[in-house]
């Protein structure tokens, strides 16, 4: 594997670090932090530069909130002068990790959201006979279990510049022994370059055709009951003695009984959201939440609930059916058409 070094430097300039501000405030420019760099951006950039290149930055403590969508997860806040300092990292470093990883891990990928996720698993579902098996594998508290040394490790594989692995491991400090921060935009990065090992050995040692992985819920597609018996051993031996993980429950059915996986309940004929997603939707329509429902639509868009929503809004609140962006209504006709 080729190894990356001498790109500190490169990454931590100030026009770099100035494209690291640009990418940060996209998603928070009504955040205060974001307005405070703002008031000395030119100060604040540079006196983040001095830091990096004399050794002396520290992200700053996170402010911590708890969400319950749908279970409880506390989120780590970063400061936003350490989401610059994240995202000048990410634009540099994402590609060359993004080149190992398999077609089929499709989260916090561009291009590989959900959507694309379900399209696979349903394409896959279609090339296997009904009463050929699914294995669903979901891994236990993956973020709270990763085992920040192997983490290094692995990040070191790729990265061979010192000073960039040890600035890519403060974002990695957690209270705990182990685990990595929810909230970190190098989170996301990390959760892909933990698991792409396994991935690995899931394609080329057990050589299953069908496979994918969405963050740390893994499917396999279209093996026999002993071979579904077989990959879950090896897998639970593998991330227990590779990555010290554990699987906090599997599940092996036929295909023709359908799969629930990323958002979708899928068979190979035809695609539903989950009755969580539906409850929001119905939530959202009694609120008169256009943004709320309109994120709903999106998701249903390739989806047999699309109909039933569009249809739910006309008659519960004609009002903010009339709001709906023209595309999201015309996605309704075609497929009200096509059934």
């Known amino acids: 594997m080729r190894r990356f070094g001498g790109i500190y430097d490169e990454i931590f300039t100030v026009d770099?670090?100035?494209?690291?501000?640009?990418?940060?405030?996209?998603?928070?420019?009504?955040?205060?932090?974001?307005f405070e760099?703002?008031?000395?951006?030119?100060?604040?950039?540079?006196?983040?530069?001095?830091?990096?290149?004399?050794?002396?930055?520290?992200?700053?403590?996170?402010?911590?909130?708890?969400?319950?969508?749908?279970?409880?997860?506390?989120?780590?806040?970063?400061?936003?002068?350490?989401?610059?300092?994240?995202?000048?990292?990410?634009?540099?470093?994402y590609p060359l990790f993004d080149a190992t990883f398999i077609d089929t891990s499709f989260a916090c990928r561009i291009g590989k959201g959900t959507h694309a996720c379900a399209d696979y698993v349903q394409a896959a579902m279609r090339r296997h006979?009904?009463?050929?098996y699914t294995l669903h594998l979901d891994v236990r508290k993956f973020f709270y279990s990763i085992d920040r040394a192997v983490l290094r490790a692995l990040v070191a594989q790729k990265i061979k510049d010192k000073r960039l692995v040890d600035c890519m491991m403060m974002f990695a400090e957690y209270d705990d022994p182990v685990g990595v921060p929810i909230g970190n935009l190098l989170?996301?990065?990390?959760?892909?370059i933990y698991l792409n090992p396994v991935d690995q050995f899931i394609k080329r040692d057990l050589k299953?055709?069908?496979?994918?992985?969405?963050?740390?819920?893994?499917?396999?597609?279209?093996?026999?009951?002993?071979?579904?018996?077989?990959?879950?051993?090896?897998?639970?031996?593998?991330l227990s003695n590779r990555l010290h993980l554990s699987l906090?429950?599997?599940?092996?059915?036929?295909?023709?009984?359908?799969?629930?996986?990323?958002?979708?309940?899928?068979?190979?004929?035809?695609?539903?959201?989950?009755?969580?997603?539906?409850?929001?939707?119905?939530?959202a329509v009694g609120k008169s939440s256009l943004e709320g429902v309109v994120s709903a639509l999106g998701h249903a868009a390739r989806t047999q609930s699309l109909n039933h929503m569009v249809r739910y809004i006309q008659e519960k609140n004609h009002a903010l059916y009339r709001q709906i962006p023209k595309s999201c209504r015309r996605r309704h006709?075609?497929?009200?058409?096509?059934?």
């Open 16 to 34: 770099r670090l100035y494209q690291g501000y640009l990418d940060a405030r996209k998603t928070k420019r009504s955040r205060r932090g974001c």
């Open 37 to 93: 760099f703002e008031r000395h951006l030119g100060a604040n950039l540079h006196r983040l530069h001095d830091e990096l290149m004399a050794a002396d930055y520290h992200p700053q403590p996170y402010y911590r909130f708890v969400i319950y969508e749908p279970k409880k997860r506390t989120i780590y806040a970063p400061a936003f002068r350490d989401c610059v300092v994240q995202h000048a990292i990410y634009r540099r470093v």
């Open 129 to 132: 006979d009904g009463d050929d």
């Open 187 to 192: 989170s996301q990065l990390y959760a892909l």
């Open 208 to 238: 299953i055709r069908h496979y994918a992985r969405y963050v740390d819920d893994m499917l396999l597609i279209g093996l026999t009951r002993a071979e579904c018996d077989a990959a879950r051993e090896r897998i639970t031996e593998f």
């Open 248 to 283: 906090s429950w599997t599940r092996t059915q036929k295909i023709k009984r359908g799969v629930n996986f990323v958002g979708y309940r899928t068979w190979r004929s035809k695609r539903f959201i989950r009755k969580h997603s539906l409850y929001k939707f119905r939530r």
């Open 333 to 339: 006709h075609l497929s009200a058409r096509r059934a």
